[in-house]
């Protein structure tokens, strides 16, 4: 033994293994940092680290063959460079190895936003889509609208906290059990149950559980005539009311809202209800058939307020999204008389109030009018009209207003992806791009197929300077226009000016009818002002959404001393004051 260790000496296998062992490190880490400038495939690294293992083997017995020929004397300083060559490689390697998440969390599935835990009040429920049994697909519409109804009697107590539609619905068929879900929508209750419609007759079964042990609070099972079908809704919503013992009271300005029509006419509610069934689905045809519906509610009972407001509303979408020209003009004005119609016929309805902002900010660029309009939105219905108020207060260069909304609202939306992709444009001008970022993530966990969210989260690694992590991102947006632009976005910051100018006339020529302000952001981030300003001229034109985001966008704002800057401003209506942050 004595005499195999004193060969090891001479031949000085511990010095070389020590010696290749930091030098691998070194070239790992070397390798590490290159990878991510350049988004090399993780691949590549896994291979060197499997060769440099079998380098290792190599090394050694080569030490030991080449140390046969005599021995070789190694000093201390030696062996204490050799000694800190590997400490310092093993550091640097796991810091960089900590640091590399953010370049990982893109190529895997984002992870949620981290939430601050809150206590659950006890007068807190959400109502999941009631259970179509019909046997009937095309009566989901009618489930759905008893469901909505439900939440929008139950909001009306003060003290009580509902969840919104958008969030609850999430959990249709869901395979949670009540106390994920509950922690999930931060409920202490769970409103559930199925429908029925049998020709005349409805029949209905509810049920109220307590999340933190799945307990029934209370159920019951209805058996009424259609026409009895509001009187059914009324019992259900005072049942689960006396069971919370929430009392009805004055809440800050707060006003019953309703979707029934003022005259009780049951064919007007079933197209209404079929209306917003299409409404929601968001493609061309069927918001063409939800206008069809809404005009058959307003025909069968001309006085049914919230199916104009819901008419000129979807005019509206047709007119700011899928057509142009005289078409797009004629359902513009369209849009403002219904909605008009219906503030004439309820001057207290919500609905219409939102529905005439988005059409003063979409089609007037008329942002004053608009925030009146959404105060009294907000007003009317504080759970539900909070996004609106929120983006005109963006649009208006009031970042922080808009997040604090956007905050305030969440606890009764918890699974609102508008909220958190807003949250991700108006966080950056405040400086806050992590977080912004955390919010695009969560966005995507919602919904992983956003293209907005993800093309968000590009143009925020992009605002960093992180040209790598930007163009991962971007890459995993599917073949569109988001993606287009997502990837020019990326390309600008990188050091590769044939690939950014490639990528940008890509976008122009694929997307820029419909894309001119989002081609304006990439000449800011490239420093070219002077095509800044023709791109927002030309989405003014176009009367393009996203002038709604200049006051708040930091690449645009570097030039907000820019004489020009100020001449847009004022030719869209907007104030130059902002409390964003431009990028250096």
């Not at 880490?29 to 079998?54: H, M, N, S, T, Y």
Request: with cysteine.
């Amino acid at each position: 033994m004595t005499e195999f260790i004193a060969r090891l000496k001479q031949r000085k296998l511990v010095q070389w293994a020590l010696a290749y062992v930091a030098f691998s490190f070194a070239l790992l880490q070397g390798v590490d940092i290159v990878a991510q400038r350049f988004a090399w495939p993780d691949q590549i690294e896994k291979l060197l680290i499997l060769a440099l293992a079998i380098g290792l083997l190599v090394i050694l017995v080569l030490a030991w063959y080449h140390g046969e020929r005599g021995a070789q004397k190694v000093s201390g300083t030696e062996i204490v460079i050799l000694a800190l060559l590997l400490a310092i490689g093993g550091g640097l390697l796991w810091r960089f190895e900590r640091r590399s998440p953010s370049a990982v969390v893109i190529a895997s599935t984002p992870p949620a936003a981290a939430l601050p835990i809150a206590e659950i009040p006890a007068k807190s429920i959400a109502v999941l889509p009631l259970m179509n049994e019909s046997g009937e697909k095309d009566q989901q519409y009618f489930s759905d609208g008893l469901s909505e109804d439900l939440i929008t009697a139950l909001s009306q107590f003060a003290g009580l906290k509902v969840i919104n539609r958008d969030s609850s619905f999430r959990f249709r068929d869901s395979k949670d059990s009540v106390q994920t879900i509950g922690e999930k929508l931060g409920v202490a209750h769970l409103l559930e149950g199925s429908v029925q419609k049998l020709g005349d007759e409805v029949r209905i079964s509810a049920e109220l559980v307590n999340c933190k042990d799945g307990s029934t609070l209370w159920s019951q099972h209805y058996d009424r005539p259609y026409k009895d079908l509001f009187a059914l809704q009324d019992a259900i919503t005072k049942s689960v009311a006396d069971t919370l013992k929430a009392k009805l009271l004055e809440g800050g300005g707060a006003v019953m809202q309703s979707d029934r029509p003022p005259s009780g006419n049951l064919a007007a509610y079933s197209d209404f209800l079929q209306g917003s069934f299409y409404a929601r689905r968001e493609t061309e045809a069927d918001q063409r058939k939800a206008i069809d519906y809404f005009t058959g509610a307003t025909r069968i009972d001309p006085d049914y307020a919230v199916a104009w407001a819901a008419l000129g509303g979807e005019q509206a979408i047709i007119a700011g999204n899928y057509v142009g020209g005289s078409e797009a003009a004629q359902r513009w004005e369209k849009a403002r008389a219904d909605v008009k119609h219906a503030l004439r016929l309820d001057p207290q309805l919500a609905m219409a109030y939102d529905r005439y902002t988005f059409i003063l900010i979409s089609a007037d660029h008329d942002w004053k009018r608009a925030e009146a309009e959404a105060q009294r939105a907000h007003q009317l219905a504080p759970d539900k009209a909070y996004y609106t108020l929120a983006t005109v207060q963006g649009a208006l260069g009031h970042a922080q207003k808009a997040v604090d909304l956007l905050r305030h609202g969440l606890p009764t939306d918890p699974l609102c992806v508008g909220c958190y992709d807003y949250l991700a444009r108006y966080l950056p001008a405040l400086g806050k791009f992590d977080a912004a970022a955390q919010a695009a993530r969560k966005a995507l966990q919602i919904n992983p197929e956003s293209y907005f969210s993800r093309a968000q989260l590009t143009y925020i690694y992009a605002m960093q300077g992180n040209a790598a992590v930007a163009l991962q991102a971007a890459q995993q947006e599917p073949p569109s226009g988001w993606r287009d632009g997502a990837l020019a976005m990326a390309l600008q910051i990188g050091g590769d000016r044939a690939a950014a100018d490639a990528a940008l006339q890509t976008a122009i020529a694929k997307d820029a009818g419909d894309s001119a302000y989002q081609i304006a952001e990439i000449y800011a981030l490239r420093r070219d002002p002077d095509y800044m300003f023709k791109w927002l001229d030309r989405a003014n034109q176009n009367r393009d959404p996203g002038i709604e985001l200049l006051l708040t966008d930091p690449p645009v704002l570097r030039y907000k001393n820019d004489p020009r800057f100020a001449a847009f401003c004022k030719k869209v209506g907007l104030p130059t004051t902002t409390d964003a942050k431009a990028l250096p």
